[in-house]
């Protein structure tokens, strides 16, 4: 049984213990698929540019099917209390739901106004993404759902952009995490054996080759969880959107080194104004940026040395000037580092925790994850490829 026809049954299981059991056919289910960030690392919400691909037969299956109890019903899998919640159709806000449920709230708010309808609803969810490890199981969730919604309500004039950009909505106004595009981009987009090149400004995107025969993408899960929801992350956002005002233009996706080194190495210059760090915070932005049109080209010539080495510079940017590692997570790239056949590694995902990402050529595989095993006995690892985005179907 496959990964994704086992999470099914898991699935259905779920929401036939749960709910009165369906008659057959009745059920619909929808799926979204975590994500890595290959590089370009919280450069989304500066308007720059990042390079994500899908995770293969990993991510979130949501089941559910209609109803008459002007209610949306859900249950989740997941490890946490409590892990049912009802909200009543027409209740506007979110205080006293779970936190997982915000998600879902949202998701069936956001769809309700751009579909022009009101949403009743019985739904089951699972995952075999980790969660709060920095593969993007919150926006797995939410396109899942939306996905869902798409085909159990018949609605098919909702275009992808508007699709994500609802999903992303769901996530600001209802988890209170401001969160950029690219999670909700890619759950819905994704394809086999395909990064993604994406512009956030312009959402306009480049599908680039990534199945290089010779090469696999190993994920590992430190087990520190992050929380996006908390205070850093929103912290290193409004930093960048200061400084950016500071310099007089509306993101620092707009700004080059050379102009941000001039700025902030003025003798005399007063910066009392900005956040404290605004230099380095800024610093990792615009040269990350630059560092994923590198990588771009770097995949699109097949300069994998040269794409290994801006991994490895985008881990210590993210290190030491958007400091958003960890120790568990600076110690695995430190390994894979030190790996003979690993062409490069970093964290991946909004840090404080999560995943590291390490391409490694295909028999280095096996000393790679023998070395992360022992010498980071806290994480797990697997391997993986480029897969494909959201869809839906019936049961």
Partial sequence: MSDLSALQEKTVTLFNTTYESPTSGSLT???????????????????GYVFPMALSDM??????????????????????????????????????????????????????????????????????????????????????????????YNITNISKIDKIKACQK???????????????????????????FINCQTNEFEKVPFGEKTLLLVVTDTHKKHELAGGEYAKRRATCEAVAKSLG?????????????????KPGSDYSHLPDKSYP???????????????????????ITLFGQLMNQSHKSL??????????LDE????????????GSRMTGGGFGGCAITLVKRDAEKVLLDRLNKLCPYSSSFSTTAGSGAYSWDI
């Fill in 249 to 265: 233009v509306p993101s620092l996706g707009e700004v080059h080194i050379d102009q941000l080194i001039k700025y902030f190495c």
């Fill in 170 to 196: 769901a996530e600001h106004k209802f988890a209170n995490v401001p969160c950029g595009i690219m999670d909700q981009f890619i759950a819905t987009l994704g394809d086999v054996d395909h990064a993604f």
């Fill in 59 to 152: 991510g979130t299956i949501a089941v559910g099917r209609k109803t008459e109890k002007q209610e949306i019903n859900m249950v989740t899998s997941a490890e946490v209390t409590p892990n049912r919640f009802s909200y009543k159709c027409g209740r506007s806000g979110v205080e006293g739901v779970p936190q997982w449920a915000r998600y879902v709230v949202g998701v069936v708010k956001c769809f309700e106004e751009v579909a022009s309808l009101t949403v009743s609803v019985d739904l089951a969810l699972s995952s075999n993404l980790p969660m709060g490890a920095g593969l993007s199981s919150s926006a797995s969730l939410e396109v899942a759902v939306f996905s869902l919604l798409e085909r159990l």
């Fill in 319 to 328: 290190a030491d000037d958007y400091q958003v590692t960890c120790p568990e």
């Fill in 29 to 47: 289910a929808g799926y979204a698929p975590g994500r890595v960030n290959l590089i370009g690392e919280h450069t989304d919400y500066n308007n």
């Fill in 281 to 303: 915070r800024s610093r990792h932005v615009v040269t990350e940026i630059a560092r994923a049109l590198k990588a771009k080209e770097c995949l699109v010539s097949g300069d």
């Fill in 332 to 343: 695995v790239v430190r390994v894979a580092w030190g790996t003979e056949g690993v062409v």
